[in-house]
């Protein structure tokens, strides 16, 4: 099992950046992806980003892309993501996923069925 606790969450003002982390522990060895999605109130989970370990490589939502940045260390101890220029519609509760499908398998996996473990979330709020 792999156990994910978010933290870093909290009120910015428009403009302003959040730096949200996720501690990863248990069984870390089978993970090969994690990734962020958030959701708000009366709307769908929807993916933000992602990083493969194994290959360090990334993918963005539009949405967030140039003013998110997601990063991890390589012991597969924690990942986090920087959000910068936070706007009013970022607003929302974020979850922090691992994945056990690998890069080759699914180059970007923008599903939250494509994750297998998940943690409680933070809430972000954005006062304009």
């Known amino acids: 099992q792999v156990q994910l606790v978010e933290s870093g969450g909290g009120l910015v003002q428009a403009g302003g950046s959040l730096r949200l982390s996720c501690a990863v522990s248990?069984?870390?060895?089978?993970?090969?992806?994690m990734a962020w999605f958030r959701q708000a109130p009366g709307k769908e989970r929807e993916f933000v980003a992602e990083?493969?370990?194994?290959?360090?490589?990334?993918d963005y939502a539009d949405s967030v892309k140039g003013r998110f940045t997601i990063s991890g260390d390589n012991a597969k101890n924690s990942v986090a993501l920087q959000m910068n220029s936070l706007k009013p519609e970022d607003a929302a509760d974020y979850y922090c996923?691992?994945?056990?499908?690998?890069?080759?398998?699914?180059?970007?996996?923008?599903?939250?069925?494509?994750?297998?473990?998940w943690g409680q979330g933070t809430q972000v709020t954005v006062s304009s």
């Open positions: 990083i493969y370990w194994s290959v360090g490589s990334t």
């Open positions: 248990g069984s870390t060895w089978i993970i090969n992806s």
């Open positions: 996923a691992a994945g056990r499908h690998t890069y080759s398998e699914t180059p970007h996996a923008r599903s939250a069925d494509a994750y297998d473990y």
